[in-house]
């Protein structure tokens, strides 16, 4: 098999901190950091000139992305993130009082609140339902399906966040529909991790093109299944309020800046310039074996997720590390350590959340496991 080597030259990032963190904010490469800059510059020559032409464009863009993500362009529309996705679902989605939404514990908090959110809005309830973090695809499915009485919607990962694991979402999305339920899935990191991550027959998808295609930042998807499309409506009230189309309703919302969007698409361009097929197969293996490096420094372990994310791992922390200070642990690990990790928590115990891309190698995870210890 062909070996590809780390391409740190193709982002800006400071190459004295080991960037060990890429599924929360993701790293923009410098191509696409040039288009934006651009196209930024262009605007600013003469604004006026540049609205007139941000439709034209933000077709070009939206139809690129839904290519890519393999659907159908007339159902994909852009958002900014996949909160906001899920949070237009859910506002589009009948929910009778006294119904139930149904979550996972393994939901991202937004997500979670804009469910409670809902919830509340149409006197329905939320039910969060317990899944280990070893559950195989069948044990899901069975936890899940136990705890759809009464239910309207089932929100569910297609990757979590906090843990890592995949969802067996085609599985659980014929459960539901077969009960006469709504299925909104959470493919926040799916892009670049998952093939075709919205063919599964949900009523609402919605994913991040910020984290693993390396887009920049507030550039999303929301994937709507046909029978939804004329319902759903963008979060905030402009001009393309009242387009009878689904994709361009969403485009123009006021004087947001487009430029993510419209830049989206040269990230897609670096991925495959990356041989992202084999470099994605490739950095599963590094995140296999870091995560081992550092586990083994820590005299703790990887968590055994049954279906981890291709480029995510957990590393459990020892139990004294106190979870309710993760973001002053993280910042003094910026500090002191110069790394960027995350740490997350989950049925009582805490991980950090290692999650690699082409610009990571052996190395970083090395240094990681010789600094950490002391602050742990």
């Known amino acids: 098999m062909t070996v590809l080597s780390p391409r740190p030259d193709l982002w800006t990032l400071d190459p004295d901190v080991l960037h060990l963190n890429h599924g929360s904010y993701g790293g923009v490469p410098r191509r696409t950091q040039d288009l934006m800059?651009?196209?930024?510059?262009?605007?600013?020559?003469?604004?006026?000139?540049?609205?007139?032409?941000?439709?034209?464009?933000?077709?070009?863009?939206?139809?690129?992305?839904?290519?890519?993500?393999?659907?159908?362009?007339?159902?994909?529309?852009?958002?900014?993130?996949?909160?906001?996705?899920?949070?237009?679902?859910?506002?589009?989605?009948?929910?009778?009082a006294g119904s139930r939404i149904v979550l996972t514990n393994h939901a991202y908090g937004a997500v979670r609140y804009a469910a409670e959110r809902a919830a509340r809005a149409r006197q329905a309830e939320v039910v969060v339902v317990d899944v280990p973090l070893e559950a195989d695809d069948e044990s899901v499915v069975a936890i899940v399906s136990a705890a759809l009485d009464q239910a309207s919607v089932l929100v569910v990962d297609?990757?979590?966040?906090?843990?890592?694991?995949?969802?067996?979402?085609?599985?659980?999305?014929?459960?539901?529909?077969?009960?006469?339920?709504?299925?909104?899935?959470d493919g926040a990191h799916a892009p670049g991790l998952i093939d075709a991550p919205a063919a599964d027959g949900a009523d609402f998808w919605t994913g991040n093109f910020h984290k693993w295609p390396a887009a920049p930042r507030a550039t999303a998807g929301l994937v709507v299944a046909e029978k939804w499309r004329t319902a759903t409506l963008p979060l905030i009230v402009s001009w393309s309020e009242y387009d009878e189309r689904l994709p361009e309703r969403f485009d123009?919302?006021?004087?947001?800046?487009?430029?993510?969007?419209?830049?989206?698409?040269?990230?897609?361009?670096?991925?495959?310039?990356?041989?992202?097929p084999v470099r994605r197969s490739q950095l599963t293996a590094l995140v296999e074996e870091g995560a081992r490096v550092v586990a083994k420094a820590l005299g703790t372990g990887v968590a055994g997720v049954a279906r981890p994310a291709a480029t995510m791992r957990l590393v459990e922390v020892p139990s004294t590390v106190d979870l309710t200070a993760g973001e002053a642990f993280k910042q003094r690990v910026s500090r002191e350590l110069k790394a960027e990790i995350t740490l997350t928590g989950f049925d009582g115990r805490g991980f950090i959340r290692l999650s690699a891309h082409a610009y990571n190698s052996l190395r970083d995870y090395e240094l990681l496991a010789e600094r950490l210890p002391g602050v742990l």
């Open 252 to 276: 123009m919302q006021g004087t947001y800046d487009y430029v993510p969007w419209i830049a989206a698409p040269e990230s897609l361009r670096v991925l495959h310039d990356l041989q992202w």
């Open 158 to 185: 297609q990757i979590s966040s906090a843990t890592a694991m995949v969802f067996p979402i085609a599985a659980l999305v014929a459960e539901c529909h077969a009960r006469g339920i709504a299925v909104v899935v």
């Open 37 to 96: 800059a651009a196209l930024r510059a262009e605007t600013e020559a003469n604004p006026m000139l540049w609205f007139r032409s941000v439709a034209d464009r933000l077709t070009a863009s939206r139809l690129e992305l839904a290519s890519y993500l393999e659907t159908d362009p007339a159902g994909f529309a852009l958002v900014p993130n996949a909160s906001a996705g899920v949070t237009a679902a859910l506002a589009t989605l009948p929910i009778p």
